[in-house]
């Protein structure tokens, strides 16, 4: 199994970042992809989740900013991020959870950094 990451850099505030997370080995289309992140000294916290029935879920800090998406012909949830602030700065993490198994993977995360 892999999850491939990437699409994070520095960006100013109020800018935008899209990230992609490309899978493989899994069968994508009944996996709940997610996107975690954790900043320096802080626990690691669900940002968005889409479920393989396209169900979303968002952390109360990035809605109406943060939008998840996921192309099952492609094997890739995207995460596109607008409004940015100083505050979203951390590493980025995608996550696939299988519900039927209860099994989690990581992808090995992308530095996002809002900063002017």
């Known amino acids: 199994v892999q999850l491939q990451a990437s699409g994070g850099g520095l960006v100013q505030p109020g800018g935008s970042l899209r990230l992609s997370c490309a899978a493989s080995?899994?069968?994508?289309?009944?996996?709940?992809m997610g996107w975690y992140r954790q900043a320096p000294g802080k626990q690691r916290e669900l940002v968005t989740a889409?479920?393989?029935?396209?169900?979303?879920t968002y952390a109360d800090s990035v809605k109406g900013r943060f939008t998840i998406s996921r192309d099952n012909a492609k094997n890739t949830v995207y995460l596109q991020m607008n409004s940015l602030k100083p505050e979203d700065t951390a590493v980025y993490y995608c996550n696939a959870h299988m519900p039927r198994a209860r099994v989690d993977y990581w992808g090995q995360g992308t530095q996002v950094t809002v900063s002017s």
């Open positions: 889409i479920a393989g029935g396209y169900i979303t």
């Open positions: 080995g899994i069968i994508f289309s009944i996996a709940d």
